[in-house]
């Protein structure tokens, strides 16, 4: 139910806003003065503490730095006094947003009031948060409302041609992309999203026009390296493989150059984390998490197969597929101390051995609180294939005991090659540097084989090769381990219709093509960094808890 502001609040709104010393707050906002805006306030607030309108423009002035616990709670306290003030509401729906945290944020978006749901800046924010959770048809109808009022609006058509995406509407995913690029022939996004749907293949016309786009200077650099990548998914489908190496290196290496990535960052994490859990470790604590069988971690590293493993699992009538989920990682960064106020605080995972046993059983029930949202069935099992959790898998054993973890592994030069060629909206830093891939994956094999000497049988591991293989008795050694009966659907999980959002949606749609897993040996002979930034994990990467 939407809340409108009492015309109480309306006048004290006005009134607070009105303030000249408010007001030349908010002139130094726009002038981008952030630290005179921020005195001006302080100052009011020092007189004024109930004033919510300052308050939300402080708040703001957190969000804009990256404060955003901070913000959060200025909003909220904003609301506290004047809960029908719609701009503090708004803004503490983005800044949950922003933590990732949609599922609130939709909760704060059903109680605005007023007008403010039907400017388009807010319907763009409401609809990102709407796919973040799920509801995806709310999302497209509010992309479509914002595009009928602006074709051209080239960011809402690719938001819109994603979602299309996601939910099986490739066709109409393909036109989304079309008419973006009738508003600017070279949206590397647009471009870049058509290749992404993976089982669509570029015409002669398209490649001869993205060559030339490529060869064309001056271009913002986002939109270049959309465009190497494309380039180099339309020559591999022609076989073209040493000039679509050349292009995918073009664009890694514009967007390496952009993240600077560390690989010793992870290096250090994964020797802290070996350091920390121990088989005695797990045994204080043993029991302390929330009982609660329901979740299904899917874990491992991006394009190893978790997308058609989930989708395996989903054809199941007990379990239900959800998405790759933020939540972990939100609870884990709530955790970390603020350098602020701490800055000699233990780090995460360290932080974990001082918390009270009671705190995990608190974690545990507030993840399954928080991904509630994302659940559309009554099935009483879900998965959430966030792949990067196997950085968290021993945090998960502690807060949801008796969760079940699968980590998917494929063959390295494969899984890495894989990666090279894929173009991800945010995070994965390690897959744009050969050298860089071969270290973390290595790492990542490190960690994983180290849970499985401290926690014995916790971890399930599926290689994707012999999936592919032979994928009964695969899948029934799956199924055996989450601990539900065989289902025949899931032999047949092509025909299971759902939403993917992961780079694999139309493949995981059709039926298992087993050559499709030595594709990435026309490529081998480039992959020499990655062979050697690899080390033993090359020959040894599958040799930990065989399924076989």
Wanted: charged share 30%; hydrophobic share 40%; with cysteine.
């Amino acid at each position: 139910m939407s809340i409108e502001p009492t015309p109480a609040e309306l006048d004290a709104t006005r009134a607070l806003a009105n303030d000249p010393e408010v007001a030349r707050a908010s002139e130094a906002m726009m002038a981008d003065d952030i630290a005179t805006a921020e005195a001006i306030l302080r100052s009011v607030l020092n007189r004024r503490p109930n004033d919510f309108v300052a308050m939300r423009m402080l708040g703001e002035i957190a969000a804009s730095v990256g404060f955003l616990s901070d913000a959060e709670a200025l909003f909220r306290r904003s609301l506290e006094l004047a809960p029908g003030f719609a701009y503090a509401r708004l803004h503490l729906a983005t800044t949950l947003h922003d933590q990732d945290r949609s599922g609130e944020a939709v909760a704060e978006f059903e109680k605005i009031g007023g007008d403010f749901l039907t400017y388009q800046e807010v319907k763009e924010i409401h609809a990102d948060a709407l796919g973040r959770v799920g509801e995806y048809e709310e999302a497209i109808r509010l992309y479509r409302e914002i595009l009928a009022e602006n074709l051209a609006s080239l960011e809402i058509w690719t938001r819109l041609a994603f979602l299309l995406k996601t939910v099986g509407r490739s066709e109409e995913a393909v036109e989304a992309c079309r008419s973006a690029l009738l508003v600017r022939a070279d949206y590397g996004e647009a471009w870049w999203l058509l290749a992404d749907m993976k089982t669509f293949k570029f015409s002669d016309e398209e490649i001869e026009t993205l060559r030339g786009l490529v060869a064309t200077p001056g271009r913002a650099p986002e939109d270049q390296l959309r465009l190497h990548f494309t380039l180099g998914k339309a020559l591999e489908d022609r076989k073209e493989a040493v000039e679509s190496f050349e292009q995918y290196r073009a664009g890694n290496a514009i967007r390496a150059a952009q993240l600077m990535h560390d690989p010793d960052r992870i290096t250090r994490f994964v020797d802290r984390t070996e350091g920390l859990f121990t088989p005695e470790f797990f045994a204080e604590r043993a029991g302390s998490g929330d009982p609660a069988p329901d979740p299904i971690f899917v874990v491992g590293l991006p394009r190893s197969g978790s997308t058609l493993v989930e989708q395996i699992l989903a054809s199941h009538p007990m379990i239900e597929g959800t998405s790759e989920l933020p939540d972990i990682y939100v609870l884990v960064k709530s955790l970390e101390p603020d350098p602020r106020i701490a800055p000699d605080a233990r780090p995460y995972p360290e932080l974990l051995a001082d918390l009270p046993l009671d705190r995990f059983r608190e974690l545990g029930a507030l993840y399954l609180e928080r991904t509630r949202i994302q659940r559309k069935t009554d099935r009483p099992l879900f998965i959430d294939k966030m792949p990067n959790n196997w950085m968290h898998v021993g945090f998960i054993q502690l807060i949801l005991p008796n969760a079940k973890i699968i980590d998917v592994r494929r063959h390295p030069l494969a899984c890495g090659f894989s990666n090279f060629k894929q173009l991800y909206a945010t995070g994965q830093e390690f897959s744009y540097d050969l050298r860089h891939f071969g270290r973390h994956y290595a790492d990542y094999v490190r960690l994983m084989g180290h849970f499985d000497r401290v926690s014995p049988g916790r971890i399930h591991r599926v290689i994707h090769e012999r999936l592919v293989e032979d994928h009964e008795a695969q899948i029934r050694a799956l199924l055996d381990f989450v601990g539900v009966p065989f289902d025949k659907a899931c032999l047949n999980f092509h025909e299971t219709k759902r939403p993917v959002r992961t780079a694999s949606a139309e493949q995981v749609r059709q039926p298992i093509r087993k050559g499709a897993i030595e594709e990435w040996r026309a490529f081998e002979g480039e992959l020499g960094p990655m062979k050697e930034a690899l080390g033993a994990a090359l020959e040894h990467w599958d040799d930990q808890r065989r399924t076989s």
